[in-house]
T-cell receptor, first 113, second 109 residues
Framework: DVKVTQSSRYLVKRTGEKVFLECVQDMDHENMFWYRQDPGLGLRLIYFSYDVKMKEKGDIPEGYSVSREKKERFSLILESASTNQTSMYLC????????????FGPGTRLTVT | GQNIDQPTEMTATEGAIVQINCTYQTSGFNGLFWYQQHAGEAPTFLSYNVLDGLEEKGRFSSFLSRSKGYSYLLLKELQMKDSASYLCAALDSNYQLIWGAGTKLIIKP
């Protein structure tokens, strides 16, 4: 079974704080993704990574950055949290090659007050 | 632009059959995924179609027509535990997933 863990299920932060969301896998998969999910909007891709130290912007990267120093760990950083970043954040991974199905972590529900 | 359309909500009866439709418009196409997401939980992979036709997997089947830009997920012998959102996602020419907003399926006894 694919195992993806995220550092917190629920998080409450104040406006302006720096927020770190961490995603860890134990499957040695190449590709990792960060999404946010909001009601009625579906999943929106923030950033993804195909390998260590590599990162690519997704559809909504503004206000976010990422770090992938080790293959198993992909971190999402909110440099200065704002209330419009209140959302469910989902980490996903895919094996790579011609295996495109993504496996998701349990999600972090972030509230910025 | 790229777009995925699926109904917002559907209601069905326990034991019945329901079909959830999805239409897509993407720049290039490399396959169609269906995911199930229970409330408050992460999406879980259900199926992947890249060729035209029907793929059956137990009570769930998925159909694809590439020429029509259309897919459906068919759920048979509905159970209460099937109450969830069902997400359609198309793999575009850059091998990125384009997601629909999801269809919330409500099962009534």
């Amino acid at each position: 079974d694919v195992k993806v863990t995220q550092s917190s299920r629920y998080l409450v932060k104040r406006t302006g704080e720096k927020v770190f969301l961490e995603c860890v896998q134990d499957m040695d998969h190449e590709n990792m993704f960060w999404y946010r999910q909001d009601p009625g909007l579906g999943l929106r891709l923030i950033y993804f990574s195909y390998d260590v130290k590599m990162k690519e912007k997704g559809d909504i990267p503004e206000g976010y950055s990422v770090s992938r120093e080790k293959k198993e760990r992909f971190s999402l950083i909110l440099e200065s949290a704002s209330t419009n970043q209140t959302s469910m954040y989902l980490c996903a991974l895919a094996k790579g090659g011609d295996a495109y199905e993504q496996y998701f972590g349990p999600g972090t529900r972030l509230t910025v007050t | 632009g790229q777009n995925i359309d699926q109904p917002t909500e559907m209601t069905a009866t326990e034991g019945a059959i329901v079909q959830i439709n999805c239409t897509y418009q993407t720049s290039g196409f490399n396959g169609l995924f269906w995911y199930q997401q229970h409330a408050g939980e992460a999406p879980t992979f259900l199926s992947y179609n890249v060729l035209d036709g029907l793929e059956e997997k137990g009570r769930f089947s998925s159909f694809l027509s590439r020429s029509k830009g259309y897919s459906y997920l068919l759920l048979k012998e509905l159970q209460m535990k099937d109450s969830a959102s069902y997400l359609c996602a198309a793999l575009d020419s850059n091998y990125q997933l384009i997601w629909g907003a999801g269809t919330k399926l409500i099962i009534k006894p």
